[in-house]
């Protein structure tokens, strides 16, 4: 029986030789998180948790870990199960502790994985591999490192492997491809889980990409205007990033602000470079875009991103872009 929390177990499963930043990258973004829903007064909602075979393992940089806990033999919390990958060099064999781990996963089985459950599992790089030896990906969207989708092709005949994609998710089975890709894994879970303003801060904290994809742009619109350290300028932006849906105007952007409609459009002009209408309409057109490769329609992205119609959104998606969100449509469905 799972107990009620407000906290997320984020059970890190390391075998020796583990990648340290397939560890550390995802679990400072998540640390991060919590530290801005304190600074918000609001309750952490990530507990990290270090478990695996071997309580003191050697890492691939050398360094030794410390403390491990067993591998638990049920999840009594909600919890996402963080499987990090190891060198190539470690993957021609399976050791002892790599054995020891599928048998585990093979335990949970299926249950963690089922849609009446709060639970995850997070594979990262060539986590996606034990994931693979555990039967876990059968008939499931995964990924991996681009040296080993061949690997995870012949461990998972029926798996639906991605290439050439940063993370994928598949239900509550997510997958990423190499060590930095986990970030990006773990900021698009904050942000499901806690709101895109704040897996911005985090992610501007990290100084990393948002929500990295295949398709995203070079510079990312929740990103690229907030290298200030403004904090009305920074309010305004959160509250548009947070709620671009809402029908915003100067006015109440400037309320939002605690400046005149005058004076905020100045503020914006020197330390985000641009005018606070033309930052909303890139947030509308960016949550549009993900609306649309997630496999919403043009009026419901449209609607979802604030634009009073798809033809608005058309319009503002020609005059910023070219083309045209059926493009991307397009583009989305080829891509999967």
Not at 48 to 70: F, I, K, M, N, W
Not at 124 to 150: D, F, K, N
Not at 193 to 202: F, K, N
Not at 226 to 238: G, I, W, Y
């Amino acid at each position: 029986m799972i107990a009620r929390s407000d906290l997320i177990d984020c059970l890190f499963v390391i075998a020796p030789y583990s990648l340290l930043q397939d560890v550390a990258g995802p679990a400072e973004a998540l640390r991060l998180a919590n530290l801005h829903r304190e600074r918000r007064g609001q309750q952490p909602r990530f507990r990290l948790r270090y478990a695996g075979p071997v309580s003191t393992p050697p890492t691939s940089v050398g360094l030794a870990l410390a403390g491990l806990e067993p591998l638990p033999a049920r999840l009594d919390s909600p919890t996402w199960v963080v499987l990090v990958g190891q060198p190539a060099a470690h993957l021609d064999r399976v050791t002892p502790a790599i054995a020891e781990i599928a048998q585990w996963l093979k335990r949970l089985g299926e249950s963690v994985l089922a849609g009446d459950t709060p639970h995850r599992v997070l594979a990262i790089c060539s986590g996606a591999l034990l994931a693979a030896r555990a039967g876990l990906v059968a008939g499931r969207r995964c990924t991996t490192h681009h040296e080993l989708l061949q690997s995870l092709r012949a461990l998972a005949p029926r798996a639906q492997v991605v290439d050439n994609r940063v993370f994928v998710v598949d239900g509550a089975f997510a997958s990423s491809a190499g060590i930095t890709a986990g970030i990006d894994l773990a900021l698009h879970l904050i942000a499901e889980e806690c709101g895109e303003a704040l897996a911005a801060s985090v992610a501007e904290d990290m100084v990393v990409y948002l929500r990295r994809s295949p398709r995203d742009p070079e510079l990312s619109p929740f990103l690229v205007h907030r290298r200030h350290l403004h904090a009305a300028v920074h309010r305004v932006q959160d509250a548009i990033v947070t709620r671009p849906e809402r029908d915003w105007d100067m006015a109440t952007l400037a309320a939002v602000a605690h400046a005149t409609e005058r004076h905020l459009l100045r503020l914006f002009m020197d330390h985000a470079g641009i005018s606070p209408l033309h930052y909303l309409r890139l947030i509308r057109l960016e949550r549009a875009r993900l609306s649309i490769e997630c496999g919403a329609t043009i009026s419901r992205a449209a609607e979802v991103a604030g634009f009073s119609s798809g033809l608005q959104l058309r319009r503002a998606w020609r005059r910023q872009w070219g083309g045209s969100p059926r493009d991307a449509a397009r583009a989305a469905v080829n891509g999967h």
